[in-house]
């Protein structure tokens, strides 16, 4: 079924927007603002494909080997809303990680990492949900949005931060904070993925326990970091040229 009726609200749509406009465009590292330019045009331009043709269902990923759901169903999101926050987080965890001393160049291979890594742990999980359990509906689930990846940004960036967060007069310790979020967001919007959301916690896991330094090693000796760098310089350079820049909506 075609998304179209799904994007009539456009209240998140110009939320996000001024979003974007208070952290500034050029303030935006240029890996996050890649993906998040992706999400947003894959949400408002391929609006003819229905959730059902990406999303991540294990059971046709299993029986039917529709294994392009596991690289696509990030990309895609139900709503506006859905869309809003995933992005709005997307800006403020990518920014913080991107200009972190993991950089550009790791956080771009992070992402292309988790997008596979969380969707190949949903699988599995669903499946051993089924096998030794009888919980069918998780492999009968159509999961979609970026909110994996978010978690397991999320887990990067608190997991050796000290300190507690305070949430109704609770003191969550930062390193426990994504999985105080995880059952938050599943008691007010019990529609979530669960699976999604806990496979990103893993692989923020798995990232800061360093199961993937072996690929890292690697990637770390390719130039984008410099291609990068010499990318935001020139963005910059052109916003110093023109001072008087503004936004005008018409």
Known sequence: ???????????????????LREIGLDNVPPVTLLIFVVNVAVHLFVYEIGLDEVCLIP?????????????????????????????????????????????????????????PATSILHLAIAQMAS??????????????????????????????????????????????????????????????????HLCGILVGLLYVRGVFNLIFRLTDRLPINNILAAFRARRHAQHQHHPYYEFHYT
């Open 131 to 196: 096998s030794f359990f009888g919980a069918d509906q998780y492999v009968h689930q159509c999961c979609v949005g970026f909110s994996g990846i978010l978690f397991a940004m999320k887990v990067i960036l608190t997991y050796n931060s000290p300190g507690y967060a305070e949430y109704w007069g609770l003191h969550i310790p930062m390193k426990y904070l994504a999985w105080f979020e995880l059952v938050l967001i599943q008691m007010v919007t019990p529609n979530a993925s669960l699976l999604g």
């Open 59 to 115: 059971v046709l990923v299993f029986n039917y080997h529709e294994y392009i759901r596991i690289f696509l169903s990030p990309f895609f999101h139900g709503d506006n809303w859905h869309l809003y926050y995933n992005m709005v987080s997307l800006l403020w965890k990518g920014k913080q990680l991107e200009e972190s001393p993991m950089g550009s160049n790791r956080f771009l291979f992070f992402v292309l990492i988790a997008i």
């Open 1 to 19: 079924m075609p998304r179209s009726d799904r994007r009539r609200d456009t209240l998140p749509l110009l939320l996000l927007l001024s979003q």
